[in-house]
């Protein structure tokens, strides 16, 4: 193999298992519903979460309500708290005032 066709499966494996792992959060997480996981997840990767000044917990820890400016209320993600994250991409607003009473 050459080493341009190394490099690309070395990329293409790293993909695969970042997004692998990013979706077994959504899976084994029960705080919010699995599809409330994934709209988080899929508005993390659309808005560059990476490279946010503050990204705690998001997709690391298994309880949505312990991901930086997440909040809870009844067993749903119903805030977000992002300001002065540096994010980019998709259009970011708050969606309501922070609570956190997600089942623990």
Known sequence: ??????MLLGIALA?????????????????????ECDALRAFYESTGGPG??????????????????????????TASSLNYNELAGVGYRPLSASSRSCVR
Not at 15 to 31: G, H, K, P
Not at 54 to 66: M, N, P
């Open 1 to 6: 193999m050459t080493l341009r066709r190394l």
């Open 15 to 35: 993909a695969l298992t970042s997004c692998r792992a990013s979706t077994d959060v959504c899976v084994r997480q029960r705080s919010v519903p699995s599809s």
């Open 52 to 77: 946010w000044k503050d990204q705690r917990g998001w997709l690391q820890s298994e309880q949505v309500y312990d991901w930086h400016g997440v909040g809870c209320t009844d067993g749903h993600a």
